[in-house]
């Protein structure tokens, strides 16, 4: 026998496959799959895609597409593999050749992606010539997306371009069965980055680093790490003097802080974890997993209250080495800033925080926070989407020109759409301060040029005061390409449409916090027949008073006194919110109220949990967006009653009666929790009877509670409607940006 037999059954293939091809590996899976069904041809890369031709006998060949498309390697993702029969060539052997660089380019990158088993074996391996080496990495696991700089995707074009290979590297690289066969960032501790540990203003340590921050972090002190994305400030979880003096010198009082924990097994001691919540952590992706906190050995003041702990694995070999007890690590930024990434901004901004540094010399080239998930359903419930999942698009029902839509003001991202993908940003933070909109740009910049998009739209929000609708506007009259204004529930709506592949017309539920309504006013409990093209305003909550907006958004029991006396209930002095307000605060609000003075009107339904909340004394004042309505959600327990709802004033009337005959608050938060569910079934029948539409899109912020939308989802599905609800954007304003571009990109 020599070579494949020269038979008239044999046939020949070009095969194109599409997706996230590229920098996986996917190269050397193929050539090493050829070599086992004896196939000769070819595989290369041009900047579509992956091509190859295979030679064979036909059953081989179809055996050869069926493994690739079942086993592809770990993170690759083929969108598409076309065929093209050929003439045999009767070749022997089969070669990987040479790439070809084409621009216009339109393949996929990779998500920075946690350490593989191989590699964490390999870490932890006394016989392995990078044993204990924290930035171990191969084709299957490692850095991408915060390290390239441009395509196509090769080291020269990532920071590791700093880094010659040693021999022993350049051998295994240049090895097509070998693990790290165009590994672009493949390193070792003879060639690659190196940790280097600082305490204080001076000492410095490069041997022994990280042994160096652990000594630190046991001792109760705060460490500044350097990660895959950005800075974590770290500090033991079970030292509560650790935890205060990161609260206070942060600033941070009330807002959780999240935990890296070793495995599921520790996960588990802090917190119930179900089977999907474990798949979940341990997923390549590696999510903050917003899990039900147990009573146990973690510091209180990590979560401050808050029923939830937000628990993600290491990710990194760095942090492997670095995480033997459950640490807070928690971003670092400064005041509203982003994530620090640099070295230089770090020890120059984080210096009153931190009283070490664990650093780096390989450089993050766009910043990336932890991506945060909660199961819904044994189903992934994004709260903010980024490392891990970001840059990976979301796949669209149609195709669309070329868009920039830049979302919203708080938890801000911004979405790429070209052909049938939407590549929504990682988190950029909320767009209040200059340096969150430099950040914004610098994001822009790097994603339009790795995925080579030249908008010929931009799409903004309608608020005026938006940082991110003043720099659309100052954008389309540079770029001299038009600016299209999209109402902010009508995106809500069409995002969570366009994640489903759903057209419309649909009957959307958008409750939110805030958006700017088209009368001016704040809407947030907008009930919108939608499609892509339009919407109508089929039903809202009524109008309620905002007296001096932030102020009353900020403290929960001013909300509810102007919701009280706009609805003509009496301030009775043993209601908790009239309680927490001094005598003088009370006249003067109620002055600003009658004479109608720097008084908003909105019809949000966040503020509606708001005010409950603070009626029921749940919470009068708050620190971070939305916590009133989490620590009512969280309070909640399950019940088949509910309260009137025939107007605010019904609602609010039957909720102090409840106060006053002494039931337990969480059994009122439960009944409001369920009377909302009851509302949306209630105005969703009234909808499909008048005009015949099944389909509930669900969306705003207020659908972050997952107790609300099991209960309403529960409801629909009695009643068979069509739902939909996010998987893959965050019903928040961090999903915002994907409605507006699909919306843009039917109006042009
Ligand atoms: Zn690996
Ligand atoms: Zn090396
Ligand atoms: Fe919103």
Redesign the pocket.
Known sequence: MSGPALTDNRIRQRLFVEGVVQGVGFRPCVYGLALRHHLSGFVGNNSEGVFIEIEGAAATLAAFVRDLRNNPPPLAHIEQITITEMDPSHENGFEIVQSQAQYGANTLISPDLCICDDCLQELQNPADRRYRYPFINCTNCGPRFTIIKDIPYDRLLTTMAAFP??E??EAEYYDPLNRRFHAQPN??P???PQVNYIQGQQQMWRDDAIGHALEALHRGQVVAVKGLGGFHLACDASNDDAVNTLRDRKGRQGKPFAVMVRDVATARQIATVSDAEARLLTSRERPIVLLHKRDNTLSENVTSGNPYVGVMLPYTPLHYLLVERPLVMTSANYSNEPIVKDNDEALAKLSDIADGFLLHDRDIHVHCDDSVIRVLDEVEYPVRRSRGYAPFPVKLPFNVSQVLAVGGELKSTFCLAKGDYAFMSQHIGDMENLETLRAFERAYQHMSTIFRVEPKTIVCDQHPRYLSTQWATRFAAEQDIPLVKVQHHHAHIAGVMAENGVTGPVIGFSYDGTGYGDDGAIWGGEVIIADYMQYERVSHLPYMPLPGGDAAIKNPYRLALAYLWANGITWDDMLPPIMHATSTEKRVLRQQLERNVNVAQTSSMGRLFDVVAALIGVRQEVSYEAQAAIELEALATVTDQIYPFSSIKALLTAIVGDLQIGRPVSCIAGKFHNTVAHHILQISQQIRERQGLNTVALSGGVFQNVTLLQQVRGLLNNHQFNILVHQQVPANDGGLALGQAVIASQLI
């Open positions: 290979m040693c022993a590297c390193a070792c003879d060639c690659g």
